[in-house]
């Protein structure tokens, strides 16, 4: 956890809350995303997935925008520095591995959103766990106005969190909405009057869900992703396999004895 990035920034704002917060860090360019944030990215989520301490981690950004999208230069050089259209599809997908890495972790993560959130923002947002926004928020799935169709994730992840004709709609015309509208959409679970105000609830979820069981969050995270590629009868049967295996877990014997005695569970750390 000690390593340091060009692109983020890994802060544990309160000492064992089990809460840490991971930011973009290229505030002058409104975070824009560069090749080095796609190198980086994967690495920091792989490093707070295997830490013991971490429980929830909350995506958010340092300055007043969350994500203006690739960096135009860096888009650039993508396509120009590939010698070949096989060598373009590698690096399509190295950048996609990066993106899916908020999925491959464990822990939950929670995006905090103020400010701009365009293009490969919206790829970054729909494969985190939890979203909300301020209400000043805007949102654009933008690829299309610059002659692509989005390629690292929005595609194929938001037409399941806000439907397939309002995801078709957004993606075609790359129109700009708001926090309020992303909010009716579901592309956020609540809209908030300020930036102080997300970061108090975002906070206050964070940790509530950081003091529930490691091992049932991490549990109910991976069935809910795993379940999208299942019929139901065969997501049934992947959480049978799985919990038959974890009620075996200490987890499960304190978290009873805790309501029997009134007090608070202490969960073991994974």
């Avoid at 990066?98 to 905090?112: D, F, G, H, Q, Y």
């Avoid at 103020?114 to 654009?140: H, L, M, N, V």
């Avoid at 529930?212 to 049967?237: E, F, H, I, M, N």
């Avoid at 200490?250 to 805790?258: F, I, M, N, P």
Wanted: glycine share 6%; with cysteine.
């Amino acid at each position: 956890m000690a390593e340091n990035y060009k692109t983020l920034i890994i802060e544990q704002k309160t000492p064992n809350s089990g809460v840490f917060y991971l930011y973009l860090n290229n505030p002058k360019q409104r975070n824009a995303l560069t090749r080095d944030f796609f190198s980086e990215f994967p690495k920091a989520l792989n490093a707070l997935d295997h830490n013991p301490d971490v429980s929830v981690i909350i995506l958010t950004a340092v300055g007043d925008h969350f994500c203006s999208g690739i960096e135009l230069s860096a888009l650039n050089s993508t396509a120009t520095d590939a010698p070949s259209g096989e060598s373009l599809r590698r690096n399509i997908l190295a950048m996609q591995d990066s993106i899916t890495a908020l999925e491959r972790c464990r822990k939950p993560v929670i995006a905090s959103i103020q400010g701009a959130c365009i293009g490969g923002a919206i790829d970054i947002i729909t494969a985190c766990d939890i979203r909300y926004c301020s209400k000043d928020a805007f949102f654009s799935v933008k690829e299309v106005d610059l002659a692509l169709a989005a390629d690292l994730g929005s595609l194929q992840r938001l037409p399941s969190i806000v439907g397939f004709g309002n995801a078709m709609e957004l993606a075609l015309t790359a129109r700009r909405f708001n926090g309020l509208e992303a909010k009716e959409l579901g592309l956020v679970s609540r809209a908030f009057d300020s930036k102080d105000e997300l970061n108090k609830a975002v906070w206050n979820v964070a940790q509530a869900i950081a003091a529930k069981s490691p091992l049932a969050v991490v549990g109910t995270k991976t069935v809910l992703l795993k379940s999208r590629d299942l019929t139901v009868d065969q997501g049934l049967d992947y959480v049978a396999t799985m919990n038959a295996a974890r009620l075996f877990s200490g987890d499960l014997t304190e978290a009873v004895a805790a309501h029997i005695q009134k007090r608070k569970p202490v969960y073991s750390k994974l």
